[in-house]
């Protein structure tokens, strides 16, 4: 079996349990520094020969997950220390489509992971152990990777926190595919996305059964099972409810995907208001939809005093002609109009 990445921080004179070498001399700190840099350079390839295994199985699993849907799991070694892989965002669902796109998703998840896990080298060798495993034990509360209940409990020693303290969430580089600044809406075009989104500070069952929460946020598994959202980069305990500001930050995460089919779609300059509007008509209506209407054509020939119009006329449900949906369209329409 591989070195694992726990054995990869012991080998850098940090690892979880140790303390710092007590009263060294000044003669010598350049052999310390000789040996650190030398452990650096063992780490970095472990690190690489962790991407590469996790690659290497990756691989070998795309055919088999094609065909049963299956997610990508944390993989553990016989030690029961994960070796980093796994999941930070959406992994997708479709089935056909898991191939390349999980493969690049791994390696970026990984690289984020392990850089997130890192820490200032400036700090003792002691306060670096207790950073690293405060690091691990953020993506452990939040979701992101499963730890065995002994191990967790020895991070949680080494970290100095109290039994099931959160520690605060590491600063982590953003995925170079990570929504930009970008996906937020503006104040108008928020405003209405979250009025006719509503807001519910509990966890409900919508009409088809999904469990939801604020604006119609659909909590995923991971979530349902942990029990924690992730908002702007921390952990939020939703089950006892969340808050209107904590609702409307996570609206604005789960809008972005909406503003790159957009993006994609649109090859004019809109904006902000149009580009809003937009975005809340393929939250509504659904990327397929909007796609296949006669929006994106009109609007990428410059004909952008005929969008209101086409957009007034997706107003039906079932055959049937629904008020929200006309009070909708008519929302979107004079934003899109908005000067």
Do not use: C
Not at 68 to 79: D, E, I, K, Q, R
Not at 102 to 112: A, D, F, G, L, P
Not at 150 to 159: A, H, K, M, N
Not at 231 to 247: F, L
């Amino acid at each position: 079996m591989r070195e694992t990445l726990f054995r990869a921080n012991v080998l850098l004179g940090g690892g979880f349990g140790m303390t710092a070498p007590a009263n060294l001399k000044a003669s010598t700190s350049e052999r310390l520094e000789r040996a650190k840099l030398a452990a650096d350079i063992r780490l970095k390839r472990l690190e690489l020969a962790i991407r590469r295994e996790e690659l290497d199985l990756a691989q070998a699993k795309v055919a088999s997950e094609k065909q049963n849907a299956s997610g990508f799991h944390m993989l553990f070694s016989s030690t029961g220390v994960v070796l980093i892989g796994a999941a930070i965002g959406l992994l997708g669902t479709a089935a056909g489509k898991y191939g390349d796109y999980v493969i690049k998703k791994r390696e970026q998840e990984t690289s984020v992971i392990l850089k997130a896990s890192d820490v200032p080298a400036g700090l003792s060798l002691q306060l670096q152990a207790a950073q690293r495993a405060k690091n691990l034990l953020w993506f452990s509360k939040a979701g992101y990777i499963d730890l065995p209940d002994d191990f967790s409990r020895q991070l949680e020693r080494d970290s100095g926190l109290k039994t099931g303290e959160i520690p605060s969430a590491p600063i982590v580089e953003t995925p170079s595919n990570a929504p930009s600044s970008n996906s937020v809406p503006g104040a108008a075009g928020l405003k209405l996305i979250s009025e006719f989104e509503g807001f519910q500070a509990t966890p409900y069952k919508d009409p088809a059964g999904w469990t939801m929460i604020g604006a119609e946020h659909k909590l995923t598994d991971k979530e349902l099972n942990s029990g924690i959202i992730m908002i702007a980069g921390k952990p939020v305990h939703y089950r006892d409810g969340i808050s209107p500001d904590q609702s409307k930050a996570l609206l604005i995460q789960d809008m972005a995907p909406y503003y790159q089919v957009v993006d994609k779609t649109i090859r004019v300059h809109l904006t902000t208001d149009q580009r809003d509007a937009l975005a809340s008509f393929v939250l509504n209506v659904g990327a397929a939809n909007f796609t296949r209407s006669h929006i994106p054509t009109l609007i990428n020939s410059g004909q952008f005093d005929k969008v209101p119009d086409e957009l007034k006329r997706w107003t039906k449900a079932g055959g049937k002609e629904m008020s929200g949906l006309v009070q909708r369209r008519a929302a979107e329409a004079s934003l899109w109009q908005k000067k």
